[in-house]
């Protein structure tokens, strides 16, 4: 869901608590379903609620997760191998990517981005030693903040909003904390409740980043997760394995129905039934007659339409042999790569904002950063046949960039940097060889021709 609003309604581009009431209430809306997509990826899921009138009877409760299946599956593919930047003045950025470990930022954001459909991170300033700070950056629960834009067709952000409870030692509600980002400022607000009426201004406080330091992901379009629409598939195949082992207690359960024959003991046991010679004798067992096979076809198909309309493949299919090439397997996993392309897409977006914001305040700290020629990479966990990767490369030399071949191989997060390495490498090679052969140079040949004639 997005929150949008008239920039005219805001007081000097601030939010009046009015705004903030009407923009909290609309994303409460939003926390049902929220909360039902992390209750599915738990595991907690419908089939656990499920009662019978009769308490008797077998209730097994199986949950068979595929929401978790498909959205590890989904994240390790996408940010498995670290997103990669080059350009000319990206290394500080790098630097302190690298000092927050945005690699582990990032699989944790992916992972609220397939869950919820929708990420947020916060950027922020913490004091470090005495007069300096350090940028850090984190993942906030979407059911905690959101960004409102303007009802422009841009959607320009206004402004962020971080809202949580603050409980009592007795675990009662204290009050909330709610933060408000503005282009320029963070407001801090104290309130017993989220009405307008309870909102008290408890501090005021620039944050230099020149934007709103709230960025908001998006999974796609609809703003989605990757097995939402998969719910009712999940429901009906953890309701069949459920009834399936029911069925096959019930059956250890069974009635015995005896007809014509002679009871012997209290106590009935197979040796207490005494034979007749009459001719409409019975003796069997009342059970349900359950067509396994049948089960077991209507399981398979619920399975195959999760990972196809998941584009999720089931890594423990027959096609996924171990002798599988990677061209091969790419062929394989082309569904999955179409989802890769579509989340990759509208991850880029915002991965430059955060670029942006990270220019801004280093560039406020001193630096001088361009990041208009910044290219990001992202590099799809498949397995890789390195020996043709390499005889490809070494074809290309002469062709192609070296620094763009050096990108082509798997776990290379920086070309430009292993670039440098090489040319230093070969650079010290070569002076050793110079030092080898005498006097850190070689002789030139008109030298040696005066020598030879001397």
């Not at 003991?265 to 004798?281: C, F, G, Q, Y």
């Not at 049948?294 to 619920?302: A, G, I, K, T």
């Not at 074809?395 to 050096?406: A, F, H, R, V």
Request: aromatic share 8%; net charge negative.
């Amino acid at each position: 869901m997005t929150i949008t609003l008239d920039k005219e309604l805001m007081l000097d581009g601030i939010p009046t608590p009015e705004i903030l009431e009407y923009c909290i209430k609309q994303h409460q809306g939003t926390l049902a379903r929220l909360n039902k997509l992390s209750d599915y990826y738990d595991g907690k899921q419908d089939i656990s609620n499920r009662e019978f009138g009769n308490p008797n009877i077998p209730n097994h409760k199986i949950v068979a997760n595929h929401a978790k299946y498909i959205v590890d599956i989904a994240t390790g593919f996408l940010v498995g191998n670290p997103i990669a930047y080059s350009g000319s003045q990206v290394d500080k950025i790098l630097d302190e990517y690298s000092r927050m470990d945005i690699i582990s930022h990032d699989t944790e954001l992916e992972k609220d981005l397939s869950v919820f459909g929708i990420g947020y991170e916060l950027m922020y300033l913490a004091p470090v030693d005495e007069g300096d700070t350090e940028i850090r950056i984190k993942s906030i629960d979407p059911r905690g903040i959101f960004v409102v834009t303007d009802d422009t067709v841009d959607k320009n952000p206004l402004f962020g909003v971080h809202y949580q409870q603050r409980f009592k030692l007795d675990g009662s509600l204290n009050y909330y904390l709610i933060n408000v980002y503005t282009e320029d400022k963070i407001y801090t607000y104290h309130a017993k409740g989220l009405s307008k009426g309870q909102m008290t201004l408890f501090e005021e406080s620039e944050h230099y980043f020149g934007a709103v330091p709230v960025v908001e992901y998006r999974n796609n379009e609809e703003r989605q997760g990757d097995f939402e629409q998969q719910i009712s598939q999940f429901d009906a195949y953890n309701l069949l394995q459920s009834d399936r082992i029911n069925e096959s207690e019930q059956r250890v359960n069974s009635i015995l129905f005896i007809k014509g024959f002679t009871l012997g003991e209290e106590n009935l046991t197979h040796d207490s039934i005494i034979e007749t010679t009459e001719k409409d004798s019975d003796l069997k067992w009342l059970i349900k007659e359950i067509k396994e096979a049948d089960n077991e076809v209507l399981r398979q198909s619920l399975l195959d339409d999760i990972h196809k309309f998941s584009y999720i493949p089931s890594m423990t299919d027959e096609h996924f042999a171990g002798n599988v090439s990677g061209e091969a397997m790419k062929y394989k996993l082309f569904g999955l790569l179409q989802l890769l392309s579509i989340k990759t897409r509208y991850m880029s977006k915002s991965l430059r904002k955060r670029l942006e914001l990270m220019r801004n305040i280093l560039n406020t700290k001193g630096s001088n950063i361009d990041i208009s020629d910044v290219k990001i990479t992202f590099k799809p966990n498949l397995p890789i046949n390195t020996n043709d990767l390499a005889s490809i490369i070494n074809q290309l030399k002469g062709i192609l960039p070296l620094e763009t071949l050096i990108g082509w191989l798997p776990d290379i997060d920086d070309p430009a940097e292993q670039l440098q390495k090489l040319e230093e490498e070969q650079s010290k090679s070569i002076q050793n060889q110079q030092q080898a052969l005498g006097n850190g140079t070689l002789p030139k040949f008109d030298e040696v021709e005066a020598d030879e004639e001397g």
